[in-house]
């Protein structure tokens, strides 16, 4: 056979770099009247960033404090509200196939917002996610894939073929009880195959497979944004709270408001196009990349407190080794850096994210810093604006069939390696007088 007759086979895409910046300006509420309606789009594209990364395990806030600035109103702020809509709910020992029962579709899936994680986290494990817009995503081994015996793809990061994603949409119309398709998946998730042992197999005894159950963090927000606990029939569950952590960092270089370059949109930024024709930042004084790059270290060292932080205290002497920003660029002050860890729903952030941006202190601060990390072993890095897809279709939202039969969601599947080094995001708040706001915000996809 000639070679261009071949049937090339799929391959998944190699992992890719898909860091992501954006920025603007806000309005403090009850300051500026004019420019209302950029600042309201502004605030929704902020929104929608901070509601991308569904599975946040850990929020950290570094507050500073200057002879001109406090960082304890702020603080107590934060702390207040996510203390009293960050609870999370511990469910031990989950059938799937009770996920599927219509009173927890019609109470928690099909109406507002439910997040769930399963906790095994071991390379080999197999992984259960909800998303927050209903979809059950499911992350195999080669194994449990072909016992399961429900139609998906191969996943697009590790071993080759060696791990598959499930997806099934449990807010589709069609999939309703009764229907074929899902009493299929439900008897799937309700036999989830177990493992058994292989001694007890080799010697001719009759091997007992029970359905494996799971672990799983679930965290649910109704149509009204409040936050609800989550109960599941024949399960034990537990009402929970993001543990909380903080330490002051005192005597330390904080970067200067004069310091932080302007929110441009990446859209309205030219960058430099050198002969070749390739993108190549420079390495200006006054380049902002330079200043982020300086900046992120700063930050970096300030949450890792301890030895790390003394790295940051403050001399009016030169050193030889610098660490963060310049001199020049900063003054003498301390750092309140505030840490919750936990199942952290997208929209109980974002509202801790708009209490503080409606705080009346924020304005007196040189700026603040929010950091989102997420669990690692999660099987999706953030949610894109693509419909949901359906279990078992070739088709992409707009009618379009993919070529050879790859499925949808590659864009928002994670990779361990990548997430554990670059994901969630890192949001910067600038105040700049005038009741005007700037806002830096990094994702890491």
Not at 109 to 131: H, K
Not at 253 to 266: C, D, E, L, Y
Not at 274 to 292: K, Q
Request: hydrophobic content about 35%; overall charge negative; glycine content about 8%.
């Amino acid at each position: 056979m000639n070679a261009h007759h071949k049937k090339a086979s799929y391959r998944p895409p190699p992992p890719s770099d898909r860091s992501r910046y954006s920025a603007g300006e806000l309005l403090i509420p009850g300051k500026v009247e004019e420019g209302e309606t950029t600042s309201a789009l502004a605030r929704a594209r902020l929104g929608k960033a901070v509601e991308r990364i569904p599975f946040g395990w850990q929020l950290e806030a570094i507050i500073p404090s200057t002879a001109a600035s406090t960082s304890a109103a702020l603080a107590t702020t934060l702390e207040g509200a996510l203390q009293a809509s960050g609870s999370f709910t511990m469910c031990e020992g989950v059938n799937l196939g009770d996920l599927l029962t219509p009173d927890f579709l019609n109470s928690f899936v099909r109406s507002g917002s439910l997040v769930g994680l399963s906790l095994d986290d071991a390379e080999d494990a197999d992984v259960v996610c909800i998303d927050g817009r209903g979809r059950l995503v499911l992350s195999l081994t080669k194994d449990t894939y072909e016992l399961l015996g429900l139609p998906g793809r191969a996943s697009a990061y590790g071993t080759l073929r060696q791990r598959f994603v499930v997806e099934i949409s449990l807010v589709d119309p069609s999939f309703r009880a009764g229907k074929p398709g899902f009493e299929r998946v439900e008897r799937a998730l309700a036999n989830w195959p177990g493992r058994t042992d292989l001694l007890d197999e080799l010697g001719g005894q009759p091997a007992e497979r029970p359905s494996k159950r799971f672990d799983l963090i679930m965290s649910y927000v109704d149509e009204q944004d409040q936050p609800r606990p989550v109960s599941l029939p024949k399960t034990t569950c537990h009402s929970l709270r993001p543990s909380f952590t903080s330490h002051t960092l005192s005597s330390i270089s904080v970067p200067k408001v004069a310091s932080f370059p302007p929110a441009t949109p990446p859209s309205l930024t030219k960058k430099p196009r050198t002969s070749s024709g390739a993108f190549r930042p420079s390495h200006d004084g006054d380049d902002p990349t330079a200043f982020w790059e300086t900046y992120r270290e700063w930050a970096g060292l300030a949450s890792l407190g301890g030895e790390a932080a003394d790295k940051l205290r403050w001399s009016n002497e030169a050193e030889e080794d610098e660490w963060g920003l310049e001199r020049e660029k900063c003054e003498e002050g301390e750092v309140q850096v505030l840490r919750w860890e936990g199942l952290l729903h997208p929209k109980v952030v974002l509202i801790a994210v708009e209490r503080m941006l409606e705080h009346a202190d924020l304005a007196k601060q040189p700026f603040v810093s929010l950091t989102l990390r997420p669990f690692p072993h999660a099987s999706l890095s953030h949610t894109s604006a693509a419909t949901v897809p359906v279990v078992g279709t070739s088709k992409r939202p707009n009618g379009k069939k993919r070529k050879r039969g790859r499925g949808r969601g590659e864009e928002e599947e994670a990779d361990r390696d990548r997430v554990e080094d670059q994901g969630g995001w890192e949001m910067v708040l600038v105040p700049r007088g005038e009741g005007k706001l700037d806002w830096h915000l990094w994702e890491g996809q």
